[in-house]
T-cell receptor
Framework: AQSVTQLDSHVSVSEGTPVLLRCNYSSSYSPSLFWYVQHPNKGLQLLLKYTSAATLVKGINGFEAEFKKSETSFHLTKPSAHMSDAAEYFCVVSAPPTGANNLFFGTGTRLTVIP | NAGVTQTPKFRVLKTGQSMTLLCAQDMNHEYMYWYRQDPGMGLRLIHYSVGEGTTAKGEVPDGYNVSRLKKQNFLLGLESAAPSQTSVYFC??????????FGSGTRLTVV
């Protein structure tokens, strides 16, 4: 079975300080993992994805995530927060490609950036 | 290239009314999905389709019906709306169930 746990429902950082959004996953298979961002009243935008290539994945807007199989984690980081990063972030795990019904969402982490 | 387009963007319904949400994609994707998003929860899958003429139930299908008569369109119907169906609805499409493109959402309120 596949599942995702986002360890923090809300993270607050000051502008210019590092961002860490934590995600643990559970999967019976080699997973594909994604981070999506949702700005207020907007749709979901793909930040980055891991699909069994390099374990350190670089995404858009300076975000990165590292796949750690031993810790079953896929934490999202950014060295320096910007005001425009304030949004909801979703960690998502994908089941094997043979299944069409295969995206499992975490409950989201709301990032607040303090000026 | 419009990607995934959802109409309408907002709607208010009275309990018991019916409506249809339209999702259209212009990327020739085989797979299409309808999700709902509620506060404090991730997206939950309502129904999905793996190709024209096919549909299947997701995690929370009760109270909804879907149709995929054309490959580019995936319709979500509410026959008798209930307040519990107040939510934000997202459509998504994918060429091979790996890379998903999401629409911008439909905010539905049932009073």
């Amino acid at each position: 079975a596949q599942s995702v746990t986002q360890l923090d429902s809300h993270v607050s950082v000051s502008e210019g300080t590092p961002v860490l959004l934590r995600c643990n996953y559970s999967s019976s298979y080699s997973p594909s993992l994604f981070w999506y961002v949702q700005h207020p009243n907007k749709g979901l935008q793909l930040l980055l994805k891991y699909t069994s290539a390099a374990t350190l994945v670089k995404g858009i807007n300076g975000f990165e995530a590292e796949f750690k199989k031993s810790e079953t984690s896929f934490h999202l980081t950014k060295p320096s927060a910007h005001m425009s990063d304030a949004a909801e972030y979703f960690c998502v795990v994908s089941a094997p490609p043979t299944g069409a019904n295969n995206l499992f969402f975490g409950t989201g982490t709301r990032l607040t950036v303090i000026p | 290239n419009a990607g995934v387009t959802q109409t309408p963007k907002f709607r208010v319904l009275k309990t018991g009314q019916s409506m249809t949400l339209l999702c259209a994609q212009d990327m020739n994707h085989e797979y299409m999905y309808w999700y709902r998003q509620d506060p404090g929860m991730g997206l939950r899958l309502i129904h999905y389709s793996v190709g024209e003429g096919t549909t299947a139930k997701g995690e929370v299908p009760d109270g909804y019906n879907v149709s995929r008569l054309k490959k580019q369109n995936f319709l979500l119907g509410l026959e008798s709306a209930a307040p519990s169906q107040t939510s934000v609805y997202f459509c998504a499409s994918s060429p091979h169930a790996k890379g998903y493109t999401f629409g911008s959402g439909t905010r539905l309120t049932v009073v």
